[in-house]
C-alpha cells in the first residue's frame, strides 16, 4: 500500500526523531564510558613496557619444544602442554586437571579422563598461559611464588618472605620450575623420595643425550660444557620465553579505547559502566578488584568460589577436601580462602572458572560475582560434568568460606540484564586470535617440527582429531 504524501512525511519524522533519541542516548553512554576510562587511567595496552619475546627467537622455539615434550614428565606420558594448550585457552578446558594417570596420554581437553579407579587429584583449574608475561605480583592461586623487590622471588622451595636463588629471571621461570614436581600434574611415581631440586637435575640430565644442538643453537653457545648448558635453570628459562610469547591483547575494547565508538556493541557498553561504575554510581565495582588494562589488581579476596575436588589440605593426615587458599602461604587469618583476583583478558576462552573450576557457564561464574551467598545457596553441583572429581564436601566446604567473610559486597537487586551485559562486555575482552587455530600456529609444533628425542605431545581432541 502507498501512503499518501502526509502520511509518508509523519513516518519520517518518527524515524528521524527516533534516531536522533538513538544517537544521543549512545552518544551519553559513550560519553559517561569515556570517562570511566579517562577515570581509571586506562590506555588499551596492557603490555605498555613490558618486554614480550618474540616466538619465533631461539630461546622461544626451544622453549616450545620443551614446553610440548614428555621427556620432562616423570613417566614420560606428560607434558606442559597436557594442562596448558593453546587451542584450550592455554589451559585445558576442564574443571580441574589430569596430569599422570590418564587413560590416554595423547588425549588433551575436556575428553581427557582418568584412569579407572582413580580420582582427579589436581586440586586447582589449570591458569591460562596466555598475556603470562603481564603478572606482575604473584604467580598461582595462591600466590605462592610472589615478587619479593627488583630482585627476588619467592618460591614454595624456600617458603614465605624469602628469596630464592633459583628463582630465576622473573615470575614466569620460577613458576615453570615447578608443574615437573608436582607429583599429581607431571612427576607422578619419578623419585619418589627425591627432593625437588633433584628431580629437576634428573630430568635435565634425561636431555643431554639429544638436546645438545637445540640448547647451542637457543643460547648462542658453542664452547659450554654440555653440563652448564642443559641445566634445569636453562630449561626454565625456555620455556618461560616460550609462555611469555603468548601475548593476546588486541581485543574490541582495546580498538574502543582507542577512540572506536564502534567497535563494541550497545550491551557492551552498558556492560562496561555496569563494569567501572561503583555501586554508589549505579554499577557493580568489577574495577575495584579487576583492574587496569590487564583487569586485575592481583590480589587476593575471599569470594566463597565453590570447592570441589581433593582440595589442599593443610597437612597429609587431612581428608577435609578443603583448599584454604592463600593461607596455607601465608598462615595469616585474614587470608583463609581467599585467592588471585584473575585478569579478565580472554575470559572467554579460559574456563571453567573459579579456582577449582566449579562454574562451567561464563554466566553462571558473574552471577556468583555479584551475588555471592544467593549463588552458593542456588549451586548447581550437576554443572560439573567432568568424571571423578569429588564434590561429596563440596558444599559443606563452600559453606566454611562463606561464613568465613567474603571480600567483595554483593548486589542482592542484580538482575539477569545486568548478567547479560557485564559477559558482552568481557567478550569484548578476547583477543580474535586465541579463537583461531591458524592464529595460534606459531605457538604449536606441527607434525614435521625437530623432535629431539621423538617424545614431543602432539594432542588430540579425540582419537584421529588433532588440536
Known amino acids: 500500500m502507498r501512503l499518501p504524501p502526509f502520511s509518508r512525511l509523519i513516518v519520517l519524522t518518527c524515524l528521524l526523531l527516533h534516531s536522533g533519541t538513538s544517537s544521543a542516548q549512545q552518544s551519553s553512554i559513550d560519553n559517561d564510558i569515556r570517562l570511566l576510562i579517562k577515570?581509571?587511567?586506562l590506555t588499551g595496552n596492557p603490555a605498555?613496557?613490558?618486554t614480550i619475546p618474540s616466538i619465533n627467537a631461539p630461546k622461544s622455539q626451544l622453549g616450545m619444544k620443551l614446553f610440548y615434550s614428555r621427556s620432562l614428565g616423570g613417566d614420560e606420558t606428560t607434558a606442559c602442554v597436557t594442562c596448558h594448550h593453546p587451542v584450550l585457552g592455554g589451559g585445558d578446558q576442564l574443571s580441574l586437571p589430569i596430569g599422570v594417570d590418564s587413560v590416554r596420554p595423547e588425549i588433551l581437553g575436556p575428553n581427557r579422563r582418568i584412569k579407572a579407579n582413580h580420582k582427579v587429584k589436581v586440586p586447582r583449574n589449570a591458569p591460562t598461559t596466555f598475556n603470562i608475561a603481564l603478572w606482575k605480583k604473584h604467580m598461582f592461586?595462591?600466590?605462592r611464588i610472589k615478587k619479593l623487590d627488583a630482585y627476588s622471588i619467592q618460591t614454595p622451595d624456600v617458603g614465605e618472605g624469602k628469596a630464592d636463588a633459583l628463582g630465576g629471571e622473573n615470575l614466569v621461570q620460577a613458576q615453570a620450575r615447578f608443574p615437573t614436581t608436582s607429583n599429581e600434574e607431571m612427576r607422578g611415581t619419578f623419585m619418589s623420595a627425591a627432593m625437588s631440586q633433584t628431580v629437576r637435575r634428573s630430568l635435565a640430565n634425561r636431555l643431554?643425550?639429544?638436546?645438545e644442538n637445540d640448547f647451542r643453537e637457543a643460547f648462542n653457545?658453542?664452547?659450554?660444557?654440555i653440563d652448564d648448558l642443559i641445566t634445569e635453570q636453562n630449561i626454565s628459562e625456555a620455556i618461560a620465553d616460550y609462555e611469555r610469547s603468548q601475548l593476546f591483547v588486541k581485543n574490541p575494547w582495546s580498538e574502543y579505547v582507542a577512540g572506536n565508538n564502534q567497535a563494541i556493541s550497545d550491551q557492551a557498553k552498558r556492560g562496561a559502566?555496569?563494569?567501572?561504575k561503583t555501586q554508589d554510581q549505579g554499577g557493580a565495582g568489577c574495577a575495584s578488584c579487576h583492574s587496569g588494562d590487564f583487569f586485575t589488581n592481583e590480589e587476593f579476596y575471599n569470594t566463597a568460589m565453590p570447592q570441589i575436588g581433593e582440595g589442599k589440605p593443610k597437612h597429609d593426615a587431612d581428608k577435609d577436601k578443603d583448599d584454604m587458599g592463600c593461607f596455607l602461604v601465608t598462615a595469616k587469618e585474614d587470608d583463609r580462602y581467599r585467592f588471585r583476583t584473575p585478569s579478565l583478558l580472554n575470559v572467554e576462552v579460559t574456563g571453567p572458572w573459579g579456582h577449582a573450576g566449579a562454574y562451567t557457564s561464563l554466566e553462571a561464574v558473574t552471577r556468583h560475582m555479584l551475588n555471592p551467598k544467593q549463588a552458593v545457596r542456588n549451586y548447581d553441583l550437576s554443572q560439573v560434568t567432568q568424571p571423578d572429581i569429588d564434590i561429596d564436601?563440596?558444599?559443606?566446604?563452600?559453606?566454611?568460606a562463606l561464613k568465613s567473610g567474603i571480600d567483595i559486597t554483593p548486589m542482592p537487586n542484580s538482575t539477569e540484564q545486568d548478567v547479560e551485559d557485564l559477559v558482552a562486555f568481557m567478550k569484548t575482552l578476547t583477543d580474535p586470535c586465541v579463537k583461531s587455530?591458524?592464529?595460534l600456529s606459531p605457538w604449536i609444533p606441527d607434525q614435521n617440527s625437530n623432535d629431539p628425542d621423538g617424545n614431543m605431545l602432539h594432542g588430540l581432541r579425540q582419537a584421529g582429531q588433532r588440536l
Do not use: Q
Open 39 to 41: 577515570t581509571f587511567g
Open 48 to 50: 605498555a613496557g613490558v
Open 141 to 143: 592461586h595462591d600466590g
Open 208 to 211: 643431554k643425550k639429544n638436546w
Open 221 to 225: 653457545d658453542r664452547s659450554s660444557p
Open 273 to 276: 559502566a555496569l563494569f567501572f
Open 393 to 400: 564436601k563440596a558444599r559443606i566446604n563452600t559453606a566454611k
Open 437 to 439: 587455530r591458524e592464529c
